[in-house]
């Protein structure tokens, strides 16, 4: 960011000028009217496809092992922080 250029909370810049947020949600907009979403379907199906014929199925199951580690890691440490939650 450049020096002396704040942003709100919302991450609108101060100086009038757009901010990074702002100008990658323009974008998005923009790119979402032009080309619709059958076209991101298209895209993310053809990229889905090609990642499964690039890893094999153990790499899915590490990869989702991993993630509900990950959560319940999370689920944990937010249970220990709200003393309201009844332990278990």
Known sequence: MAEGRGTDQNGT???????????????GKTTRARYGAEFFQE??????????ERYSNEHFREIGR???????????????????????
């Open 66 to 88: 991993k993630g509900g580690r990950r959560v319940a890691e999370l689920i944990a440490r937010a249970k220990r922080m709200d003393p309201d939650q009844p332990a278990e």
């Open 13 to 27: 810049a101060d100086d009038g000028n757009m901010s990074v947020r702002e100008a990658g949600r323009k974008g």
């Open 43 to 52: 895209i993310g199906s053809k990229g889905g496809k090609t990642v499964s």
